[in-house]
């Protein structure tokens, strides 16, 4: 009974989440209302707010749900076999090949099908 009462977002979860949101937004305004600071202090007070703004919403349960997906998702790209540059190339040479070759079959395809068209049409010339 506990562990569902823990695992449940509560008002106070939202209010944190709303709040990130909030002091993120601040950050972002502040880049703009400040224009006459010198741009490397601007970007910081946007930086100092998305950060800000991470660090309060990952305090609410909504947080902890999304950082534990996203370092599952982590997890789960470390398992993925990435092919080696070698087979990247050879998959891309066939994949060239490949358009290549139907690129030429569509259009011999279309001088077929137009030909057609013009003797049913009777549009051929002289």
């Known amino acids: 009974m506990n562990e569902q009462v823990e695992n449940e977002a509560t008002a106070l979860d939202a209010a944190k989440l709303v709040l990130g949101v909030l002091v993120l937004i601040g950050g972002i305004v502040a880049f703009y209302v400040f224009s006459d600071l010198a741009p490397v202090v601007r970007w910081l007070m946007v930086l100092a707010g998305l950060g800000l703004g991470l660090l309060i919403a990952s305090q609410s349960q909504y947080g902890r749900e999304f950082f534990g997906f996203v370092n599952a998702a982590r997890g ?28 030429f079959f569509f259009w011999g395809l279309d001088m077929v099908l137009a030909w057609a068209t013009k003797i049913l049409t009777g549009q051929q010339g002289s």
Do not use: D, I, S, Y
């Open 76 to 103: 789960e790209l470390r398992k993925v076999v990435w092919p080696t540059q070698n087979e990247t190339l050879k998959t891309t040479a066939v994949v060239f090949v490949f358009v290549l070759v139907m690129g």
